[in-house]
C-alpha cells in the first residue's frame, strides 16, 4: 500500500515539473516576464532564471518520472517549491499584483484578478507530496528500485543477518536469532 501511495506521489508531481517545465520552455519570453515581475532578482539574473528553470523543472520531473535518485531529488523539489512559495508570499505581502506563472503565463494583473492563497495552497499540496517523497521514497516500477537504492539501513541489516543466520546454522548456534526478532519488531 505504502508503495502504491509513494508511486502516485512521484508520478503527480512529476507530472507536475514536467507539464510546468514545458509550458515554460514552449514560452520563454513569457517565462522572462513571470520571473520579472515577482521584482526580486537584480536585472541581470532575470533572463538566466528564466532560462534555467524550465529546464531544471523539466530535470526534475523526469526524474522522478523514471524514479531515479527519488529522496534527492524530492528534496530539491522541495526545496524549489519553498522558493516558489515564499516568491508569491512575498509578492502578496508587498501589495504586488501578479499571477505566478508557474503553470505558464504570469507578470502584472489587475489587483482583483490575484490569486495568492490558491496558489500557495496548491504548491503546498506539492510540497507534501515530496516531503512524502523524502521520508518514503519507495515506489513501483523505479529505477532506483531496479538499482537497488532506497532499500534502507533495516533491509541491508536483515539481508547480513539472514547471511549469519545460514552461516551460525552450519555451527550450530544461535545467537543471531535474537538480532533478527529485534529486526522483524522493528527495533
Known sequence: MLDTIGTLARFGL???WLISGAIKLASPGQ???AVQAYDVLPSALVRPVATALPLVELVLGL??????????VATAALVMLAVLVAGIAQSWARGLSIDCGCFGGGGTVAAGQTEYPQEILRDTGFALLAVWLMVRPRSFASLDGWLGWGKGR???VA???IDDLDTTAESGSSAPLANNASIAEGK
Open 14 to 16: 512529476a507530472a507536475v
Open 31 to 33: 517565462t522572462f516576464i
Open 63 to 72: 526524474l522522478l518520472l523514471f524514479g531515479l535518485a527519488t529522496r534527492w
Open 154 to 156: 533495516r533491509a541491508e
Open 159 to 161: 539481508a547480513h543477518d
